[in-house]
């Protein structure tokens, strides 16, 4: 149709991802992730988002200008999408930890905390976002009770579990 865009694809993603959803960090997260780097907590990102990785990394360092996320793992740049395991094993390579030292927080019950639970992560499932319904809500926490899954509705929860356990 000789319609041509005089943009790179990085600018496209950037565009249009501004455009459909500016995001905002959920209430809590900016103290939650200055609490974890006073404890010395490494922390990094997995997301399936499809947007660039460059694309993703700015706008997380934009609306989180004090993170000190190691990486930004997306999709886009490695092909696999939670809750496929790799993902995670290429988070874990990334990190040089191994599964059972590392926490995963995700709000997505069965792309985070499922795949979390399949790369032997110990999964924290962020509920204060959660979108689905209530149904889906119950049918989840049934699944992550039976699983042991910690489940948090505010980022000063876990913040105070950590507390505890470092305590012990």
């Known amino acids: 149709m000789g319609i041509e865009i005089p943009l790179g694809t990085d600018e496209i993603d950037r565009i249009f991802w501004d455009a459909a959803s500016p995001g905002i960090p959920t209430d809590g997260m900016p103290e939650f992730l200055t609490f974890l780097k006073k404890k010395g907590i490494r922390t990094g990102v997995i997301s399936n988002i499809t947007y660039a990785q460059s694309v993703v990394a700015e706008r997380i360092t934009r609306l989180l200008p004090n993170h000190e996320f190691e990486f930004i793992l997306t ?40 795949g979390a639970l399949t790369a032997g992560i110990t999964p924290v499932w ?12 119950a049918a989840y926490a049934d699944r992550s009770d039976k699983a042991g899954c910690l489940r948090i509705k505010e980022w000063n929860e876990l913040a105070i579990k950590l507390d505890q356990l470092q305590m012990k």
């Open 75 to 114: 999709s886009s740049q490695y092909i696999f999408r939670k809750p496929h395991q790799r993902i995670f094993q290429l988070a874990l390579k990334k990190a040089n930890l191994p599964a059972e030292e590392v926490w995963y927080i995700g709000d997505n019950y069965l792309c985070d905390i499922e």
């Open 126 to 137: 962020y509920t204060g976002a959660f979108e689905g319904t209530e149904d889906d809500k």
